[in-house]
């Protein structure tokens, strides 16, 4: 089954073409990277697949995302913003927000024990009664990840997800959308660092200016490529199987 498909999706922000033509398909049970320089149309891409920007040319489990209810989408998609606003809220009860499409006006043990696990999985357990506004930038945006893990959606998208993070803290949430995808979710995640996303994710596609450049495995992953995408010059080793890239001088 397809978990999402972008199929010849153009979008403009007043009359100005960021994305041209996109078209590519995610299978369930695939973590893809979606990397690239700044401007090149990234997280536009993931804002049109939540329906944050309204665009025709999605569909999400081979049904157009627009044939959705609002609802039903909360259950399908988690997205985790690039930048989120903290306000006097605790952590407990904006995580408890991502429960909102399963409950009514109480939430139930089930979604309270929900809450805990995701809470425990971040490493946020002593922070539950803090308010939003009193955390770090990294500890807002493990909230914000444990807000859309507990929506228990199938596809998680996450725009930067590790910025703000110390390098332990990307681990654990590089780990976190690894096993979501192995347990059979949808991951994907804008990135900057290459690395991190060689690491762990399994496919990648490269943006600039608006279109997709290149959409493979490892098998892309070629100094070349570099040199067309960021217009740098890098060397690729092997360690462990897994390349890493180092930009020259
Ligand atoms: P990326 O995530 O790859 O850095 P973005 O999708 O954020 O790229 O932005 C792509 C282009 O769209 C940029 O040139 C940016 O200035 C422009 N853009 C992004 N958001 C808006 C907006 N709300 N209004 C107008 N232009 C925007």
Redesign the pocket.
Known sequence: MKAVRVRDLSFS??G?D?LKNISFEVDEGEFLAIL??????????LRCISGILECSGVEIFEKPRESYSRNELAKLLGYVPQKSSSNFMTVFDTVLLGRKPYMGLTPRNEDIEKVRKVLELLGLQNFVLKRTNQLSGGELQKVVIARALAQEPKILLM?EPTNNLDLKSQLEVMRIAERFASKGGTSIV?MHDVNLALRFARRFIF?RE?EIKADGDFKIIKSDLFEEIYGIKVEIEKIKGIPVVVPLG
């Not at 090149?40 to 891409?45: D, E, W, Y």
Request: proline share 6%; glycine share 22%.
């Open positions: 922000y007043n100005l960021i690239g320089p700044n401007g090149a149309g990234k997280s536009t891409l725009d804008v943006m608006g």
